[in-house]
T-cell receptor, first 114, second 115 residues
Framework: AQSVSQHNHHVILSEAASLELGCNYS??????LFWYVQYPGQHLQLLLK??????LVKGIKGFEAEFIKSKFSFNLRKPSVQWSDTAEYFC????????????FGGGTRLMVKP | DADVTQTPRNRITKTGKRIMLECSQT?????MYWYRQDPGLGLRLIYY???????NKGEISDGYSVSRQAQAKFSLSLESAIPNQTALYFC??????????????FGSGTRLTVV
């Protein structure tokens, strides 16, 4: 079965710092990739997704992610974080052998200090 | 109204009690899921249902049961609650591709405390 790893469990940044959150998956076939965000006290919401085409995907609120197939990675980036980006971020993967179900990473809790 | 509604939002219950968490959706999705979220453990799948007659165990189904009463309703029961079932529970839905729209649509969660 495929797995999704988010190696950074907790990240603390100051406002205006750059952000990169790692996501690696274990499946070698065709994948669809997602990043979800969970703001404090709220449910998970879609941040961005990749299905095919340009491996650099732009999402809401200035976030982007790059799919690097050779590295099995889909890292999330933002050039300059804001206090309002404080949240938990989940990477998710749909592999073509997984019955159209998503596998979620363990999440990364981001705290942005004002 | 929210696309995926969970009730109750918060619940405190005693050890040994039976409790039901309810989820309803207006997305028209076939698939529904129950997850629990614990600090540091991410989202873990409890049960999922591909349609009304297709219910499957997830990775942590022990101590839980589910019922898919209709396409739009999927409830999770704890037959005899225990303290380590204290967690945040999320219901989610998806279409058959798993990737239509936002992929999965999540409810706002039920925070369950077992004392």
């Amino acid at each position: 079965a495929q797995s999704v790893s988010q190696h950074n469990h907790h990240v603390i940044l100051s406002e205006a710092a750059s952000l990169e959150l790692g996501c690696n998956y274990s499946y070698g076939g065709t994948v669809n990739l997602f990043w979800y965000v969970q703001y404090p006290g709220q449910h998970l919401q879609l941040l961005l997704k990749y299905f095919s085409g340009d491996p650099l995907v732009k999402g809401i609120k200035g976030f982007e992610a790059e799919f690097i197939k050779s590295k099995f990675s889909f890292n999330l980036r933002k050039p300059s974080v804001q206090w309002s980006d404080t949240a938990e971020y989940f990477c998710a993967v749909k592999a073509d052998n997984a019955g159209n179900m998503l596998t979620f990473g363990g999440g990364t809790r981001l705290m942005v200090k004002p | 109204d929210a696309d995926v509604t969970q009730t109750p939002r918060n619940r405190i219950t005693k050890t040994g009690k039976r409790i039901m968490l309810e989820c309803s959706q207006t997305k028209g999705h076939d698939r529904m899921y129950w997850y629990r979220q614990d600090p540091g453990l991410g989202l873990r799948l409890i049960y999922y249902s591909f349609d009304v007659k297709d219910i499957n165990k997830g990775e942590i189904s022990d101590g839980y049961s589910v019922s898919r009463q209709a396409q739009a309703k999927f409830s999770l029961s704890l037959e005899s609650a225990i303290p380590n079932q204290t967690a945040l529970y999320f219901c989610a839905t998806s279409d058959r591709t798993g990737t239509g729209g936002d992929g999965y649509t999540f409810g706002s969660g039920t925070r369950l405390t077992v004392v």
